[in-house]
């Protein structure tokens, strides 16, 4: 357990960095109140921020932020208890696990410089955003390899990429939830100690960047969607497009051969001399006429050009 002290003007305040909930119960200083925070938070494994501002003892903010760091392991879950009041900061848990821009100790010295304890509560959540920022980077790469692949060829394993690229930038997303309802709970119960707070303010310029990174890389994949969705539907009409052709041209062969593949006794063709080669030729001239009139009325133009470089013919498909 550490129990830090810091000078808050006039005042002192105290910070509990304890382990586990364990400890916590066995320590001596806390009160019916903490000791109700801490039965109710035992079994906790998910988020849960409580603001009340009309208690005996002042403002307390408590609950629990519950991030899970593995979209592929979501059972594992980082857990931060905390309770505050205008004179103590208790947390409960580790920060080993988040990929903080300081080191922990240099972090806990930060905190321990906070006016306040529910500063150093602020201080905690905005160093939890950075796991935020290394993810969407993560997910910026795969964008941009994403938008590459499109660009040279689309197949049917590029969907899969883009919408796991939604999936995960919506998991990344959800974990920045809690964090926004630490800020603004925070503000609706010390408005008045924080008011023009600079710890306050930089959490919250750190949120605004957050959410326009969720914007601008939720529209870019958005694009990616509807790009695939109109190619894909492109490739389906194109492909419905050549078999109404080739079905079109096929039509005089697949007539004139029913005809001729019945079975009368008296069918005077079969007495010519040249009514084989005649048919064939009779054949062969009504599918290319039959063609040509598709293609004097521009019904057989672009069939199966789906390379996206310009001029190529895309024959794979």
């Not at 129990?3 to 119960?25: F, G, H, M, P, V």
Request: hydrophobic residues 40%; negative net charge; aromatic residues 8%.
């Amino acid at each position: 357990m550490q129990e830090n002290k810091a000078d808050n003007r006039s005042e002192e305040w105290r910070w509990y960095r304890l382990r586990d909930i364990q400890e916590a119960s066995e320590h001596t200083d806390f009160g019916a109140s903490v000791k109700e925070w801490l039965t109710e938070s035992v079994s906790r494994v998910h988020n849960r921020t409580r603001a009340v501002s009309h208690l005996q003892e002042g403002p307390v903010l408590s609950g629990t932020l519950a991030l899970g760091m593995n979209p592929e392991n979501q059972g594992r879950r980082l857990l931060l208890h905390y309770y505050v009041t205008e004179r103590q900061l208790i947390t409960i848990g580790s920060l080993d696990e988040v990929p903080v821009r300081m080191n922990l100790s240099e972090l806990y010295e930060a905190v321990e410089r906070c006016p306040h304890p529910v500063e150093g509560l602020l201080t905690l959540a905005g160093e939890v955003l950075e796991t935020f920022f290394i993810k969407v980077d993560e997910i910026e790469k795969r964008v941009t390899e994403v938008e590459e692949a499109m660009s040279r060829r689309n197949d049917k394993f590029m969907l899969k990429r883009i919408i796991g690229l939604r999936s995960d930038l919506t998991y990344w997303n959800s974990q920045v939830v809690p964090v926004k309802e630490i800020r603004f709970a925070a503000e609706e119960v010390f408005h008045e100690t924080l008011g023009e707070s600079g710890i306050m303010h930089r959490l919250q310029l750190r949120l605004n960047r957050v959410g326009m990174l969720q914007r601008e890389y939720g529209d870019e994949i958005d694009s990616l969607l509807r790009v695939d969705d109109n190619l894909t539907n492109y490739r389906s009409n194109d492909i419905m497009k050549a078999l109404t052709v080739y079905t079109v041209m096929l039509t005089p062969t697949t007539a004139l051969g029913a005809i001729w593949g019945m079975n009368f006794e008296h069918m005077p063709e079969l007495g010519w001399k040249w009514g084989y080669a005649a048919s064939l030729l009779f054949i062969l001239g009504s599918t290319v006429a039959t063609y040509l009139w598709l293609k004097r009325r521009q019904l057989t133009g672009d069939l199966l050009r789906m390379d996206m470089r310009s001029g190529k013919d895309d024959s794979d498909f």
